[in-house]
């Protein structure tokens, strides 16, 4: 039998797969209305950055058609009548935006690491992420969960070696990742300049988003600058005799 790779024990479950959907399913899947005050995003969510524009659009479709997918909430630990978002927070907001006071939402009973990896993986699966947040995700599951890079990357349907090109990332300065977040630079752009010192990085990232630089341009450019520091740092040893 075929199994839907990135689903892991989550998602596929989770969500229903027909319109239907209002009819109770599986344990933990009937389909509830909850006051939208009375849900709070999560604060351990890994998507950082709402669109504006984005947020308008959906939340205009969602005046005109409905909300077309329920949002998973678990109840909070601190109040009984508030609920925390496990999945759907974009859908939560533009829902407010739209003017609903109540949405439709599947409560789940979920710890807070279970929470947090449904999360990471409905927003990789949606490329909801930016590669910023998208690595940081998996270093809070890799924390979290005691995972290994070879087990987190069969959980979310990706290979090793993604996982590990992703959680470089992590490793660039603070400016050029802000940079990555923003959309000025890509995945690609932050794997080549993860190559290099931390100042150097920053000063090529500068110049790749002034003059445009396609990531090939940008990986020649790193490796001519990676060169030239090593022949510029200890020089050559002298030999004893």
């Given at each position: 039998m075929n199994r839907p790779r990135g689903l892991g024990r989550g998602l596929g479950a989770?969500?229903?797969?027909?319109p239907a959907a209002v009819e109770p399913h599986a344990a933990?899947?009937?389909?509830?209305?909850?006051?939208?005050?009375?849900?709070?995003?999560n604060p351990l969510q890994p998507r950082r950055h709402f669109d504006e524009e984005?947020?308008?659009?959906?939340?205009?479709?969602?005046?005109?058609?409905?909300l077309l997918?329920?949002?998973i909430v678990r109840p909070a630990?601190?109040?009984?009548?508030?609920?925390?978002?496990?999945?759907g927070e974009r859908r939560w907001r533009a829902a407010r935006l739209a003017g609903l006071s109540t949405i439709a939402a599947i409560v789940r009973a979920a710890h807070t690491g279970e929470a947090i990896e449904?999360?990471?993986?409905?927003?990789?699966?949606?490329?909801?992420?930016?590669?910023?947040?998208?690595a940081s995700g998996y270093r809070q599951l890799l924390d979290e969960h005691r995972y290994t890079q070879?087990?987190?990357?069969?959980?979310?349907?990706?290979?090793?070696?993604?996982?590990?090109?992703?959680?470089?990332?992590?490793a660039l300065p603070d400016a050029v990742q802000a940079l990555v977040r923003d959309g000025k630079l890509s995945a690609g752009h932050a794997r080549a300049l993860a190559t290099l010192p931390a100042g150097r990085a920053r000063q090529l990232a500068d110049e790749a988003v002034q003059r445009g630089y396609t990531v090939r341009e940008l990986e020649r450019r790193a490796a001519a600058r990676a060169g030239a520091a090593r022949s510029s740092g200890a020089g050559t040893p002298h030999r004893r005799r």
């Open positions: 989770l969500f229903p797969a027909a933990g899947t009937t389909v509830v209305e909850l006051p939208t005050e009375q849900i709070r995003p984005s947020l308008s659009a959906l939340a205009q479709s969602i005046r005109a058609h409905g997918a329920p949002i630990d601190d109040a009984s009548d508030t609920y925390e978002i496990i999945t449904l999360a990471i993986l409905e927003n990789v699966q949606r490329a909801d992420l930016n590669p910023i947040e998208e070879e087990m987190l990357a069969q959980r979310i349907g990706k290979s090793r070696p993604a996982v590990t090109n992703a959680l470089r990332l992590l």
